[in-house]
């Protein structure tokens, strides 16, 4: 059994910044691909960021230059860094990982609100 545990969602103003964790615990294995999700009301879940064991990043247009992920392997801690943070940013962020010859898992989702 696989757990992802998330923290960091909250408030913050337009322009402001919070940090997203993932960690994950349980049957772990070789943790391929970390990233993240998000769904905002009414609309699909889509990609924010991923990254792999190299560290290699593959980012959505909407948040290059803002957004960061990087990733703890010795931890299998994923995180994203979001940055001057907009009202479409609203949203619950999910935690994704796969690892090899398994389908992938997500977390519980962590919302995010941006307003001021």
């Known amino acids: 059994q696989v757990q992802l545990v998330e923290s960091g969602g909250g408030l913050v103003q337009p322009g402001g910044s919070l940090r997203l964790s993932c960690a994950a615990s349980?049957?772990?294995?070789?943790?391929?691909?970390m990233g993240w999700y998000r769904q905002a009301p009414g609309k699909e879940r889509e990609l924010v960021a991923l990254?792999?064991?190299?560290?290699?990043?593959n980012y959505a247009d909407s948040v290059k230059g803002r957004f960061t992920i990087s990733r703890d392997n010795t931890k299998d801690t994923v995180y994203l860094q979001m940055d001057t943070l907009k009202p479409e940013d609203a949203a619950v962020y999910y935690c994704?990982?796969?690892?090899?010859?398994?389908?992938?898992?997500w977390g519980q989702g962590t919302q995010v609100t941006v307003s001021s």
């Open positions: 990254i792999s064991r190299s560290g290699t990043t």
């Open positions: 349980g049957s772990i294995l070789g943790i391929n691909t």
């Open positions: 994704y990982i796969q690892m090899t010859g398994r389908s992938g898992y």
